[in-house]
């Protein structure tokens, strides 16, 4: 990360003016950021409560011409750059959730636990790595991945009411822990209710990796606090999803961006939502 421009704080959302306006002082110049920087400007608001009972940062990568992924992976749009902080929102989340198709497409392991992030995150009373948590109605997961057999914290599934009892099981027996959230007869989670569900289990500073499909539908719920969008230098057209991938929402949801850093052309925004 070499720069950062910084938003005056009049545009920015209250619990970010604090971080935005030491970085305007300090951080203008071009160079690196270390991890612990980015840590403090990527911070959760404490407590870390929005109007839904926990904090849901979304953390998703595009292309110039708005492809969420290039053959069926986000890596063709990721950068060195991304990944760090893509590890930084990690090293600051109670729990990452994650649409049960990107866990399947991108092999999702459990998350680790990091040196850099130990001291930060033990002063906050999380454990040493945040949580997974997969939403799938189906509970179509190959269960005898270390996603589920080898997290340091237990990955949680959540799943709606007519998720198969024998999916259920195989979930449990791997060392899942099962969240239902959502009792219509489609079978589907209500993604407002997940928000709710991971509170009720602690995790309140709540980051959500997409997929573009389950981001969707979190805007949809009114429940996405946060964006932070990574736009990559790069063009594939085509018709890959675009980061929201859903029914049209009939008021659009509306941000206000809190800051940019850039590297290399990428520009690492995070925009946090007016509550209207
Ligand atoms: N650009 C980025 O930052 C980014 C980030 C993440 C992923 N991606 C890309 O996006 C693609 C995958 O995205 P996607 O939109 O197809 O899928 P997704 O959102 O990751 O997952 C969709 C699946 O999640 C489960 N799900 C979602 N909402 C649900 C609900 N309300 N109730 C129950 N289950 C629900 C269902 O799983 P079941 O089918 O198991 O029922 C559904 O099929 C991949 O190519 C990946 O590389 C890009």
């Given amino acids: 990360m070499r720069r950062l421009f910084p938003v005056p704080a009049e545009t920015s959302a209250s619990t970010a003016e604090t971080s935005a306006s030491t970085s305007a002082e300090t951080v203008t110049e071009d160079r ?3 991890l612990d920087e980015l840590a403090d400007a990527y ?4 407590p870390p409560h929005g109007p839904s009972g926990a904090f849901l940062r979304a953390n998703m990568v595009s292309s110039l011409d708005g492809a969420a992924h290039h053959d069926g992976r986000s890596k063709p749009l990721s950068s ?3 990944m760090r902080i893509f590890g930084v929102l990690r090293g600051l989340a109670d729990a990452v959730v994650v649409g049960a198709e990107t866990a399947r497409r991108e092999g999702y392991r459990p998350a680790r636990a990091r040196e850099a992030f130990a001291e930060r995150r033990a002063a906050l009373g999380q454990p040493p790595a945040p949580a997974i948590a997969v939403v799938s109605a189906s509970l179509d ?12 914290v237990p990955t949680i599934v959540i799943t709606g009411a007519t998720a198969a009892q024998e999916r259920i099981e195989a979930a449990r027996g791997a060392g899942a822990e099962v969240v239902f959230a959502g009792a219509g007869p489609s079978g589907r989670v209500d993604t407002a209710a997940v ?6 289990l602690g995790h309140t500073r709540l980051l959500t990796e997409g997929g573009p499909t389950l981001l969707a539908e979190f805007a949809a719920a009114g429940v996405l606090d946060e964006l932070c969008l990574a736009v990559a230098p790069l063009a594939f057209a085509g018709d890959a999803k675009r980061i929201m991938n859903g029914p049209v929402l009939g008021e659009p949801e509306r941000f ?8 290399a052309g990428f520009l690492f925004t995070r925009y946090r939502r007016i509550h209207q």
Avoid: H
């Fill in 32 to 34: 690196e950021w270390a």
């Fill in 256 to 263: 206000t961006l809190a800051s940019v850093l850039e590297e």
């Fill in 80 to 82: 060195d750059a991304d």
């Fill in 141 to 152: 997961l190959d269960f005898s991945q270390p996603l589920f057999t080898e997290p340091l």
């Fill in 43 to 46: 911070a959760y608001p404490e």
């Fill in 195 to 200: 928000v709710t569900a991971l509170a009720e």
